[in-house]
Each structure stands twice: as C-alpha cells, then as structure tokens.
Nanobody
C-alpha cells in the first residue's frame, strides 16, 4: 500500500522559510498528482498547492509568489518551498497523492500523509 511521509515542519519567525518534503513509498506505483493542504487549528483543511504528473502547478491565492511546489524526477517525492512566511501560514500541513498501484492488478489510490506542524511566530 502506498504511504506518504511528510517532513520539514517546525517553528520559524515571520519572514523566514521552510521546505516541506512528502515522500511516497510502496511496492509498485505511479503518482498522478500531489497536493499540499493545510489545516489551521479549528479550521477546515484547504488546498495550498498542487502539481500534476506533467508538472502543471496551481496555488491558493494566499500563497502565490511565496510558495513553490515541485517534485523529483522519479516523481515519488514532492516539495513545498515556503518563503516569506506569515503567522497566518501556521497550520498542520498534509500531502495527498493519487495514482495507480499494482496489487495483482492496477488499482487507483488516494492517500494522505500524517501531517507536519508549521508554526510562524510574529
């Protein structure tokens, strides 16, 4: 079964930077799209950025120009470079991936990581 593990969260001052990683593991799979989401305490989860298998990207208006999503050539790891961080960026950040996995036959999957905390102090 495909699993995602996020890393790179932490505490940073406003104006600082962090780089989140989302690594996928499993036996045999291909990922179509990866998205980064965040959920501030007491609020709903929201899409921050997404990247397709072809490299197309999309961003929430609140992070455009500050965050950059990318993925490695093997397309099993995605990154979220976060610059000019603001206190309102504080949240648990999750990655989500969908694609196809070989388990005898090919099956679609849609999985979430466990999340990583990002805290931006003012």
């Amino acid at each position: 079964q495909v699993q995602l593990v996020e890393s790179g969260g932490g505490l940073v001052q406003a104006g600082g930077s962090l780089r989140l990683s989302c690594a996928a593991s499993g036996s045999r799979f291909s990922i179509d799209a990866i998205g980064w989401y965040r959920q501030p305490q007491g609020k709903q989860r929201e899409l921050v950025a997404g990247i397709s298998s072809g490299g197309s990207t999309n961003y929430a208006d609140s992070v455009k120009g500050r965050f950059t999503i990318s993925r490695d050539n093997a397309k099993t790891t995605a990154y979220l470079q976060m610059n000019s961080l603001k206190p309102e960026d504080t949240a648990v950040y999750f990655c989500n991936a969908n694609g196809m996995e070989l388990r005898g036959s090919w099956y679609g999957f849609d999985v979430w990581g466990q999340g990583t905390q990002v805290t931006v102090s003012s």
